[in-house]
């Protein structure tokens, strides 16, 4: 999944049924097409909720598609569409707060989501909001200034936290692309990005024929209204998915001064069309990294480390990213790196089926709310296999149907096929603290 951002039916069907009346989005019909305009939609109504969710995704590389790349150029184009002031008079952030709703921009390394929930009410003219704003961007240099406030805090934030290893991995697997290139901006820089540069990007990036329009929650079909037959949206055609170059296998570690100390492991894995081995990787990386429940998490004990795993579903390859930080991360690693290797050796069946079930529980979970359904069908669209988003057709669609199909032999083929080779690794070292002036 996404990590999502991101298993089944005979062994696990009362945690089904206790997962679907909790996300009642996941039982309802979803439609999904093209529309007369060229605009691409997803439908996932809900009347059970009391807002929505409006989600425009769009397939771009985070740092822009220049020769040399901008790390965090998607997110600071999209917030500054955000707080720009378009022709009707008010950006489209202070809109949506009017309306009691929140506004938020997502980057990953190959999209960008910008997602409003907004009430019930209200959505009509969100989606005539934001597809004003960002079919047509307008971008301001006050605009620029707040998005760079907002793109400053959360590079510092990330780069504290374990996404920073996270980020600092793409180095490791590819040598071009933009999971090299990486989402995490450098909070010095960030300032120093032209408004000419952002502006060339929204205007490609944020294009309608780039566009998937997700409507999930208290939402109907009459809100595409406004978009169903705007005129020139078609042309010209979608981004094509930007190129990447894995390093050579036998390639050596990198090392990174950060402000955060750690290691990453990671590996290449199947691409979002090997369905099955996608599932089953999804499946493992729940099994040994799931908070409390899963295999790493408990051997861990006390000691002071804080250790993360999943598997990321990308068009190709996908990725299987492990991070380990905290005082105790060097004896964390043995830990990640034996129950790795165990998990290529079938599980027990009575383990696998409690794994499997906590799999299901927790998948579940996530895909209660109105953003939680726009993120993963927005995901798995931009990816180039909606018909596989855990969203799509409820517990009785594709994914929790090959989710059900797994088996404790075939998991073991799978960790084995793509976790059966050294990771790629990169260790991060904490800058020295400046020292004080006297």
């Given at each position: 999944m996404s990590g999502a951002r991101t298993g089944l039916r005979a062994a696990v069907t009362a945690a089904l049924f206790v997962g679907a009346a909790a996300g009642g989005a996941l039982g309802q019909t979803a439609t999904s097409?093209?529309?007369p305009s060229g605009v691409a939609y997803a439908l996932h109504p809900d009347p059970a909720q009391s807002a929505a969710a409006v989600a425009l995704w769009y397939r771009a590389p985070s740092g822009g598609f220049g020769a040399t790349p901008v790390p965090g150029l998607s997110r600071l184009a999209a917030a500054t569409v955000n707080a720009s002031?378009?022709?009707t008079g008010t950006p489209l952030a202070r809109l949506v707060e009017r309306?009691?709703?929140?506004?938020?921009?997502?980057?990953?390394?190959?999209?960008?989501?910008?997602?409003?929930?907004?009430?019930?009410?209200?959505?009509?003219?969100?989606?005539?909001?934001?597809?004003?704003s960002f079919f047509a961007p307008v971008t301001t240099a006050e605009g620029l200034q707040v998005a760079q406030r907002y793109a400053t805090e959360d590079a510092i934030f990330r780069s504290f936290a374990p996404d920073a290893i996270e980020d600092a991995l793409g180095a490791a697997l590819f040598a071009t692309g933009p999971v090299h290139d990486g989402t995490i901006a450098s909070a010095a820089s960030v300032g120093?990005?032209?408004?000419?540069?952002?502006?060339?990007?929204?205007?490609?990036?944020?294009?309608?024929?780039?566009?998937?329009?997700?409507?999930?929650?208290?939402?109907?079909?009459?809100?595409?209204?406004?978009v169903a037959?705007?005129?020139?949206?078609?042309?010209?055609?979608?981004?094509?998915?930007?190129?990447?170059?894995?390093?050579?296998?036998?390639?050596?570690?990198?090392?990174?001064?950060g402000n955060i100390a750690g290691t990453g492991l990671g590996w290449l894995g199947p691409p979002i069309t090997a369905e099955a081995d996608a599932t089953a990787l999804d499946f493992v990386a729940d099994a040994l990294f799931a908070p409390k429940t899963g295999t790493v998490s408990k051997a861990l004990g006390t000691l002071k480390a804080t250790v993360t795993g999943k598997f990321v579903t990308y068009r190709n390859p996908g990725l299987f990213l492990v991070t380990i930080s905290g005082d105790d991360a060097a004896a964390a690693r043995p830990i990640v790196d034996k129950a790795v290797a165990d998990a290529a050796k079938p599980f027990a069946p009575a383990a696998f089926d409690a794994a499997r079930a906590g799999f299901v529980y927790r998948l579940l979970g996530q895909l209660e709310t109105p953003p939680d359904i726009a993120d993963t069908y927005g995901w798995y669209t931009v990816?180039?296999?909606?018909?596989?988003?855990?969203?799509?057709g409820?517990?009785?669609?594709?994914?929790?149907?090959?989710?059900?199909?797994?088996t404790p032999a075939a998991v073991a083929q799978t960790v084995s096929k793509y976790l059966g080779t050294p990771p790629a690794v990169v260790t991060l070292t904490k800058a020295p603290a400046p020292k004080a002036r006297t």
């Open positions: 097409g093209v529309l002031t378009p022709i309306w009691g709703g929140r506004i938020s921009v997502s980057a990953y390394p190959d999209s960008v989501a910008v997602t409003a929930l907004v009430p019930a009410d209200h959505v009509a003219q969100a989606v005539r909001a934001m597809t004003g120093d990005i032209k408004l000419d540069r952002v502006r060339a990007f929204a205007e490609r990036a944020f294009r309608p024929a780039n566009a998937i329009l997700v409507l999930t929650g208290n939402v109907d079909g009459r809100a595409l209204a406004s037959s705007r005129p020139g949206a078609a042309t010209p055609g979608a981004e094509a998915a930007a190129p990447q170059t894995p390093r050579a296998a036998a390639a050596p570690p990198i090392s990174r001064v990816e180039g296999d909606a018909a596989y988003a855990p969203a799509e409820g517990t009785q669609g594709r994914y929790f149907t090959l989710a059900a199909r797994l």
